[in-house]
């Protein structure tokens, strides 16, 4: 893993490349963001650019430190994970056991810390220590999902570096390319992404996906028609899908986006569901601009509501009830 390998998140890269020709790294990092959105990968590229023998714009790929890195081997580069759900006090203990002794190959010693905002207040409190007074050669890259989990005074001593959204004609490309498949299925992958590339992977793998999505439609279609013995499949069908209910929610928001689209610009060129233009023109003959957009609000009023944890069934019914009864 090194820096060309990675997609988008230029500025980020760019400013650990710049430390790192410069020999200006920091003793202290935090990058923040969603899960799947490659904190890992950039982690890892940073740690192994530091410890190359030849870093040149990236790292080499063939000195002995990027070889040792690449297959787990390197004394200098210190992974640590949460024990159970946290980073707890003693794994931190350990950290400050072993950074007071001296690289072991390199000039620098590192370690990432995964699920860094997972660790417990005595864990910072007592990670804050080191990193007011850390040895010259040691870097702490600590790894995230929410920054605002941290104590100030622990973020006032590091770096934070925030993940962005990848454009998702970015992931679309990549997708394409990577599974050797069409631009159009791509598309859906991309777009369901949210702008995270390991998301895109996910659905792309996951072998239940299609599945979920042809559901989706299914009871979109059945909401549609107005038929009104249907509306109980589809409390059923959120009963079923209810850890999944985001994603479920986003597919029904590109589908009358793409609506929305077909309708104002009898337009396929940006439609997402580009495999289903035969349904989609079923629908818009069945919907007006205005309902649509009722429809939109409403969908993404009960993700809001679904996050503030109101009560599930009452927000799935509510929604359904509008999208049958708005037409």
């Known amino acids: ?20 020709r410069k020999d200006k790294v920091a003793h202290g990092y935090i990058i923040d963001g969603p899960i799947g959105s490659g904190k890992k990968s950039i982690g890892k590229a940073f ?8 870093f040149s714009g990236d790292s080499c790929n063939i000195c002995t430190s990027c070889l040792k890195i690449e297959s787990e081997n390197h004394p200098d580069l210190i992974y640590i994970y949460p024990d159970g759900k946290s980073i707890k006090n003693h794994q931190i203990e350990s950290l400050q056991q072993e950074i007071i002794r001296k690289p072991y190959e390199s000039e620098k010693k590192i370690f990432i810390i995964n699920d860094a905002d997972s660790m417990t207040g005595s864990a910072q409190n007592r990670l804050l220590k080191t990193l007011e007074e850390p040895p010259a050669y040691a870097v702490i890259i600590m790894l995230s999902t929410n920054s605002n989990r941290f104590l100030p005074t622990i973020l006032s001593r590091i770096q934070l570096l925030k993940l962005n959204r990848i454009n998702s004609n970015l992931i679309e490309k990549f997708i394409s390319k990577k599974y050797n498949i ?3 299925e791509a598309k859906i992958y991309a ?15 996951s072998e239940d996906f299609n599945i979920k999505r042809e559901e989706t439609i299914d009871i979109l279609d059945k909401l549609i ?4 013995l249907k509306f109980f499949e589809g409390i059923d069908f959120f009963n079923k899908y209810k850890d999944n209910v985001e994603e479920v929610l986003d597919m029904m928001l590109y589908w009358f986006r793409d609506l929305i689209v077909l ?14 233009v035969s349904q989609l023109q079923e629908h818009i003959y069945k919907l007006e601009s205005s309902n649509l957009v009722e429809i939109i609000e409403k969908i993404e009023k009960s993700k809001k509501d679904l996050r503030a944890h109101v009560n599930y069934q009452l927000t799935i019914e509510n929604m359904l009830l509008c999208i049958q009864e708005v037409q």
């Open 1 to 20: 893993m090194d820096f060309k390998s990675i997609l988008g998140h230029e500025r980020t890269i760019d400013k650990l490349k710049e430390t790192i």
């Open 47 to 54: 740690a192994k650019g530091i410890l190359c023998d030849s």
């Open 182 to 184: 069409n631009e159009n």
């Open 191 to 205: 777009k369901l992404s949210n702008g995270i590339v390991g998301r895109a992977i996910e659905l792309k793998e």
């Open 225 to 228: 028609c107005k038929d009104p």
């Open 263 to 276: 309708k104002e610009t009898d337009c396929n060129d940006f439609l997402i569901n580009i495999d289903k």
